[in-house]
């Protein structure tokens, strides 16, 4: 699933490439992901908007829309303007990534991957990495009036689309229950030891908990783990006030050196290029079960908590 980074270089390109423009059109062919309004009625209601702003709230993407100003606009109206707001989510799941390109949907019966009409199928106009296999499984496309598209490729088709009133998508109870940024300037170590010190979970699992930090996923828990050098099954409320320290300016310094680095592909993560990101290729632990430790040479191990795997280091991470 796209994490804190990976989310972020995405935000990061939308905000470069597409605000100010406004959506002429929808297409989809898994109505399935959109959660809000009816998928039928989206288009209806979208149609015209243009893009304000794209923010990131954890791992949720949020395009501001709004009704483009006219000759009578009054500027000095904020409160009016932003009452009209409209607020589109797009939280991407396990396989989802945005991408910004053109694309034709065709009627076709000769195409591996066919809608589940089973007659539509997209492909990109554009030569290059959004040919590739992972950035070919787009269902929903949003037509920008520069002739450019939004589109969102996903392969298990687990992403999530709601639009709405901005007041209204805002208070939904999944961006209600997030806990706090881990790049917010609010988050500071005495926040984060009062978070954490008193809690009798594994640390691992308390970093991935979206409702005490968020952003924070399987890959990143592991790479900051690593390098605090703490264990992944160690207990919270038994850290010292140094190791919580450790933690606290790992995560600082991981995740932002993965935004630098656009994020992680290992998986189907690529940015709205179509590109992969180049953390993978600077990564300690995640995925390197059995292979030596960047440190002290000790065999990288991976273990189960909760569902989800661990990877650390036995002689770096003892428990």
């Avoid at 990061?12 to 039928?40: S, T, Y």
């Avoid at 979208?46 to 006219?70: M, S």
């Avoid at 490729?153 to 939904?172: M, P």
């Amino acid at each position: 699933m796209p994490e804190l980074p990976e989310v972020q270089t995405i935000v990061g390109d939308l905000n470069k490439k597409i605000i100010g423009k406004r959506i002429v059109g929808v297409w989809f062919d898994a109505p399935k992901l959109i959660k809000r309004p009816k998928a039928e009625d989206l288009e209806n209601q979208i149609k015209g908007l243009r893009i304000k702003e794209i923010k990131r709230r954890g791992k949720n993407i949020l395009i501001y829309l709004g009704k483009p100003k006219t000759a009578n606009s009054k500027s000095a109206d904020n409160k009016q303007l932003a009452a009209d707001d409209m607020l589109l989510l797009i939280h991407q799941k396990m396989t989802g990534h945005l991408l910004v390109g053109k694309w034709s949907v065709r009627k076709t019966k000769t195409r591996m991957r066919l809608s589940e009409d089973g007659r539509n199928s997209v492909i990109s106009l554009i030569k290059g990495p959004l040919n590739e296999k992972v950035n070919n499984y787009i269902h929903v496309i949003f037509y920008l009036d520069s002739g450019e598209q939004l589109a969102l490729s996903d392969l298990r088709k687990f992403a999530k689309v709601v639009f709405g009133k901005r007041n209204e998508i805002e208070n939904i109870p999944e961006l209600k229950k997030l806990g706090i940024d881990p790049l917010d300037g609010r988050f500071t170590f005495e926040k984060f030891n009062k978070i954490i010190r008193s809690l009798p979970g594994k640390i691992k699992q308390i970093l991935m908990d979206q409702e005490k930090i968020s952003g924070i996923g399987n890959i990143y828990s592991d790479e900051i783990l690593w390098k605090a050098q703490i264990h992944p099954l160690r207990r919270a409320n038994s850290l010292s006030e140094g190791e919580l320290k450790k933690i606290y300016k790992a995560t600082g310094g991981i995740l932002k050196k993965a935004i630098k680095l656009r994020g992680t592909s290992i998986s189907d993560f690529r940015d709205t290029a179509g590109k992969s990101g180049n953390y993978g290729n600077v990564r300690s632990v995640y995925r390197k079960e059995g292979r030596p430790c960047p440190v002290c040479g000790g065999k990288i191990e991976r273990i189960r908590i909760g569902g989800r795997s661990a990877h650390f280091c036995p002689v770096c991470q003892k428990l």
